[in-house]
Nanobody
Framework: QVQLVESGGGLVQAGGSLRLSCAAS????????MGWFRQAPGKEREFVAA????????YYADSVKDRFTISRDNAKTTVYLQMNSLEPEDTAVYSC?????????????????WGQGTQVTVSS
């Protein structure tokens, strides 16, 4: 069965950095586009970043553009989210998600498989 396991979350001061990892198993990773989403308390889940199955395309929410970088290592079946210049508004549970083939929408409904999430807390 498909498993996505996130790691790397934690508590960091504003301006700091974290790198999230999402290890995938049970799927042909190289054929899946991958995304990161986040959900803060009392808010809906929102798109953060995505990377196509072919590595050629990356997508970012405006709120994280130029601060976050998504990447993937197909040999390790892992997708990463490097987060720099973190702000208190970035505090949320971050989840990775997988979608077979091309990315057609940044909506959570467009992704089939989900991890449990990892907490990121940014203190001011």
């Amino acid at each position: 069965q498909v498993q996505l396991v996130e790691s790397g979350g934690g508590l960091v001061q504003a301006g700091g950095s974290l790198r999230l990892s999402c290890a995938a198993s049970g799927l042909t990773f190289s054929l899946y586009s991958m995304g990161w989403f986040r959900q803060a308390p009392g808010k809906e889940r929102e798109f953060v970043a995505a990377i196509s199955w072919s590595h050629s395309d990356t997508y970012y929410a405006d709120s994280v553009k130029d601060r976050f970088t998504i990447s993937r290592d197909n040999a390790k079946t892992t997708v990463y989210l490097q987060m720099n210049s973190l702000e208190p508004e970035d505090t949320a549970v971050y989840s990775c998600a997988a979608k077979w083939g091309k990315i057609q929408t940044m909506s959570p409904e467009g992704f089939r498989y989900w991890g449990q999430g990892t907490q990121v807390t940014v203190s001011s």
